[in-house]
């Protein structure tokens, strides 16, 4: 039992003095050789992009897509294109929320949190027409159907993002879309001025 005790004591004191010399080591990267010591090459400079070399770039796999968005998705965006018409207010369907949101410049891990809204997208963006600035997010959802628990954690963060940067969300049930007064009423209570 005592021997066991020692490995495991001789493990930890191991792995303790590995990561000491590691951060020794990187610190000597980031300031510098010590004196008296040659500093190494690590080449000339260029950076190799093997990015593309791997494919085919004669033939490759892409095809357009047939729809931007999906019967119900397009049948939302043109119910407000149409309520919007001749208002202050434009429409844009399928926005990526980076396009909408910015991760302050004094927050800590700012590339975690860019990295959470990088891919991610409102489903319609309500802007003022003049400048584009962004008053109001649009979430769809389907309420008839069963929604994967991804969708619902994203639709959540896409809130939560919203709250933070002090835009309005509005859901808006994809079974069953409001007429054109119903939409009005619920874009004057979510303080758009039409």
């Known amino acids: 039992m005592l021997n066991f005790i020692m490995l495991i004591v001789a493990i930890v004191l191991g792995k303790l003095v590995w990561d000491i010399l590691n951060d020794y080591r990187q610190k000597m990267q980031t300031t510098g050789p010590i004196p008296g010591q040659k500093r190494r090459r690590t080449g000339n400079g260029e950076v190799i992009d093997l990015s593309n070399v791997w494919i085919n770039m004669d033939d490759l796999p892409y095809r357009r897509r047939d729809y931007l968005l999906s019967g119900r998705e397009l049948a939302l965006y043109k ?50 027409r003049d400048e584009l600035r962004p008053v109001l997010i649009i979430i769809a959802e389907g309420q008839g159907e069963p929604r994967k628990k991804q969708q619902v954690l ?25 007429d054109n007064e119903e939409l009005l009423i619920l874009l004057q209570n979510s303080a758009l001025k039409i």
């Not at 990526?96 to 975690?112: C, F, G, K």
């Open 79 to 128: 119910l407000f294109a149409s309520v919007l018409q001749n208002s202050p207010y434009a429409a844009f369907p399928r926005v990526n929320l980076e396009d909408v949101v910015t991760v302050s410049i004094e927050a800590d891990n700012r590339t975690e949190y860019f990295n959470r809204i990088k891919n991610r997208y409102v489903d319609i963006l309500v802007c003022e």
């Open 154 to 178: 994203e639709d959540r963060f896409v809130r939560s993002a919203a709250d933070a940067a002090g835009i309005k969300y509005l859901p808006i049930n994809l079974n069953n879309l409001p």
